[in-house]
């Protein structure tokens, strides 16, 4: 099935197989299953880390941020994506409404899917298909966040 994926020019990447996404290919990868990506302020530095996932294929989408160094075992519940354009913070989550990570969530969500996100917040996959969470090894992947594999079955 086509996609409609493609990698894009000028793209930011560093040497662990992390790179920036942008527009359309910034949506897919949030939302292909098993996504792992970090927003930068590029102007403060501040930095959080989020887990989006999806337990199977007509259930929302779960949003947890990272508290601690392990990238296995560090992720909160935050909060949820109902239907792939509308995120909620989590009565259940033990982060609170006002932290500031609840708060990037519930301020970046909405931007991103609406592709109004401004270009001072990057958003950067961590080197990992958001679907099926290998790591990626080709630079088409790393573009786009997806294996060949992942990225030719459509989401
Ligand atoms: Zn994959």
Known sequence: METGIQPEGDQAMDDEGRAQL???NTVAFILAGN????LVN?????????????PKKDAPHFVSVLTG???D???QFLGTIF????????RKSGIGKDAQSARVAAWAFPRIFE?????SIQVWHEGRCGKCGRRLTVPESIMIGLGPTCASKGL
């Open 22 to 24: 942008s527009g359309d």
């Open 35 to 38: 996504a792992i990506f970090t």
């Open 42 to 54: 590029s102007e403060t530095g501040n930095r959080f880390t989020f887990r989006v996932r999806r």
């Open 69 to 71: 160094p392990d990238t």
């Open 73 to 75: 075992n560090d992720f």
């Open 83 to 90: 239907e792939g354009k509308t995120y909620v913070h989590g």
């Open 115 to 119: 592709g109004t996100l401004p270009e």
